[in-house]
């Protein structure tokens, strides 16, 4: 009999080794996907940020051009109030807007040697091109962190303990459909 109460209390031990072990692992990699969307935010809100900077210096050479410069300032405005939800979808489709409407922009930018001489312009569009680079860098880091997060969520035991640890799995950020160059490649 004080056997089987030792055996008994050893499995106990394990099982209840394995769901702390489980809600841990499963606990830390959400966290890190959470992190991992806040790096994209910050990417996306300094390149945000270069905006303004970006549509006043092409006013200055290029005011007629309205049209691309108002859908810049829309593209922007949708892109900080994705950042303030949770569905990496409106993220990344606000993001796609963004890259369209700054190719666009730099595209204009083309027919105004001016513009293209000036040293402002030249180095926000250096900016922009860093910028981007950290947004690629940012966005493969979110999809790695998610894609070990779904396979905890999706495979055997970890499965059984995602209702108690509230975690669930998430969507990749997916590159936006014709992802082209980044929009500040020079001329």
Do not use: C
Request: hydrophobic share 45%; no cysteine; proline share 3%.
């Amino acid at each position: 009999m004080v056997t089987f109460v030792w055996v008994l209390t050893g499995i106990t031990a394990l099982l209840l080794l394995v769901v702390v072990t489980g809600f841990n692992r499963l606990r830390r990699a959400d966290l890190a996907a959470r992190e991992a969307i806040g790096g994209i935010d910050v990417q996306l809100t300094r390149r945000a940020e270069l905006v303004p900077r970006l549509v006043e210096t092409v006013k200055a050479h290029a005011a007629h051009e309205q049209g691309v410069l108002g859908e810049v300032t829309r593209a922007r405005t949708q892109v900080q109030r994705a950042t303030e939800g949770d569905d990496v979808g409106s993220r990344a489709e606000a993001d796609a807007g963004l890259e369209r409407s700054l190719a666009d922009l730099t595209a204009v930018a083309k027919n105004y040697p001016t513009l293209r001489a000036d040293a402002t312009f030249s180095e926000l569009l250096r900016q922009l091109a860093d910028v981007e680079g950290q947004v690629a860098f940012a966005r493969q880091y979110y999809n790695d962190t998610v894609r070990r997060l779904n396979d905890l969520v999706a495979t055997v035991p970890w499965m059984f303990l995602t209702g108690v640890a509230r975690v669930h799995s998430r969507d990749f950020y997916e590159a936006p459909e014709g992802h082209r160059e980044v929009p500040g490649a020079p001329f």
